[in-house]
């Protein structure tokens, strides 16, 4: 043999197997994995990561979509559309105010809240009362 050839070590009484293995904690050859790993519990904490990781991906797109909602909200709530505020104010203003819609069939015009009072203190004088035939109820 020559010097530059690796001589194999074979185990003897003066120098034990295990006497070079300090690098490995003990736990067998260098490069090679002990034979007692618990293969079902490191894929039981893999699976219980992977399940715990989609869990907070789902909560975490709950939260931005609810989030998101209720700032469109706002924004819509808050947008200045000038036509859609002066419908509205016309609206408002015409549901509130008392007039005259025909004279001649005695037809008028009273606020809601006005005719909502009007309806319930009919209703208690007279509970067994038709008032679609006493009162007639437009919309314009």
């Given at each position: 043999m020559s010097?530059?050839?690796?001589?194999?070590?074979?185990?003897?009484?003066?120098?034990?197997?295990h006497a070079h293995d300090d690098h490995e904690g003990?736990?067998?050859l260098a490069g090679f994995e002990?034979?007692?790993l618990n293969v079902f519990m490191i894929m039981g904490v893999v699976f219980a990561t992977s399940l715990v990781v989609v869990a907070l991906i789902i909560v975490g797109f709950g939260i931005t979509g609810s989030y998101a909602l209720q700032t469109q909200e706002v924004m819509s709530m808050e947008a200045s559309y000038p036509e859609i505020r002066d419908i509205?104010?016309?609206?408002?203003?015409e549901l509130n105010k008392s007039g005259v819609v025909d004279a001649e069939a005695?037809?008028?015009r009273i606020p809601v809240d006005q005719a909502i009072d009007l309806m319930?203190?009919?209703?208690?004088?007279?509970?067994?009362?038709?008032?679609?035939?006493?009162?007639?109820?437009?919309?314009?």
């Amino acid at each position: 043999m020559s010097e530059q050839e690796e001589t194999i070590h074979t185990p003897t009484a003066e120098t034990p197997e295990h006497a070079h293995d300090d690098h490995e904690g003990g736990h067998g050859l260098a490069g090679f994995e002990p034979e007692n790993l618990n293969v079902f519990m490191i894929m039981g904490v893999v699976f219980a990561t992977s399940l715990v990781v989609v869990a907070l991906i789902i909560v975490g797109f709950g939260i931005t979509g609810s989030y998101a909602l209720q700032t469109q909200e706002v924004m819509s709530m808050e947008a200045s559309y000038p036509e859609i505020r002066d419908i509205r104010a016309a609206a408002t203003t015409e549901l509130n105010k008392s007039g005259v819609v025909d004279a001649e069939a005695g037809v008028y015009r009273i606020p809601v809240d006005q005719a909502i009072d009007l309806m319930v203190e009919m209703q208690y004088k007279n509970p067994e009362g038709n008032f679609t035939d006493e009162m007639a109820l437009t919309a314009q």
